[in-house]
């Protein structure tokens, strides 16, 4: 079967997902009109200074596309294993891609509530004094912490683990633009600095590089065991068995 009609489940849930979130309207307590006057003198480290630059970006087409992206990112956490594997199981593909991308968003999810109570960052809208969280639901003491962000670390992990899988441009382009955007978004909604935000996209990166790692090589020891068995017996015996791989990597 093609990488495009493979992965083509996965695009369609992210692009019927967004367009979803685009209509949704009531995920604000401040606006651009509502948002408190910018003091005359601000924190001047470039920290800060970056997280400015984006907060305070007051356009509507850019509201439009944040608000959107932000609306369907945890519906897509949520929804893109199993939608993966129902693409998997329709298009006779394999089951390793959807493995490798449910260890990433697991193990992504460890290494971020590790990093938060490691770090206890507080987030923006409550350090500075002129920043009004734009999300209707501001993240409370379930999750009180800024560093590292969380919602980065699981879209980048997400486009990490699909681009692995499935190395096409097709796949590789909306992957990660999404996953740009989604941390993007939560800069301007007052949740996260730009920081927060690169280091949670690393992060997540790299646990799903890590999970394609050790799943391929989990993989190659089972063949390789199956290999060294079959051969063992066909010399002792004079015998060959004859030894079935199941699809588990494309």
């Known amino acids: 079967m093609p990488p495009l009609l493979r992965s083509a489940p996965l695009a369609l849930g992210l692009l019927l997902l967004t367009a979803s979130a685009t209509a949704q309207t009531t995920d604000t307590t401040a606006t651009a009109d509502s948002l408190e006057a910018i003091p005359s003198e601000r924190p001047g480290d470039a920290e800060t200074r970056a997280f400015y630059a984006v907060y305070d970006v007051d356009h509507p087409a850019f509201e439009a596309w944040m608000r959107s992206t932000n609306n369907a990112a945890t519906p897509l956490f949520v929804a893109a294993v199993p939608l993966h594997g129902l693409g998997a199981l329709a298009a006779g593909g394999s089951g390793g891609p959807v493995g490798r991308m449910a260890l990433s968003e697991l193990g992504t999810l460890g290494v971020i509530a590790a990093g938060k109570f490691l ?52 796949v590789i382009v909306p992957a990660y633009a999404w996953a740009s955007s989604t941390a993007l978004a939560r800069v301007w909604f007052g949740m996260h600095y730009p920081t927060d935000a690169a280091v949670g996209a690393a992060l997540g990166a790299g646990v799903a590089v890590l999970a394609h790692v050790l799943l391929h090589e989990g993989e190659d020891a089972v063949e390789d065991v199956v290999e060294d068995v079959v051969e063992a017996n066909a010399m002792a015996t004079g015998v060959p068995l004859v030894a079935f791989r199941l699809p588990l990597s494309p």
């Open 119 to 170: 770090f206890q960052r507080p987030r923006p809208f409550v350090a500075l004094p002129d920043v009004t969280p734009r999300q209707l639901h501001p993240p409370s003491n379930l999750d009180p912490y800024s560093f590292p962000s969380g919602h980065a670390a699981l879209s980048f992990a997400i486009a990490t683990s699909a681009s692995l899988s499935y190395p096409e441009w097709y």
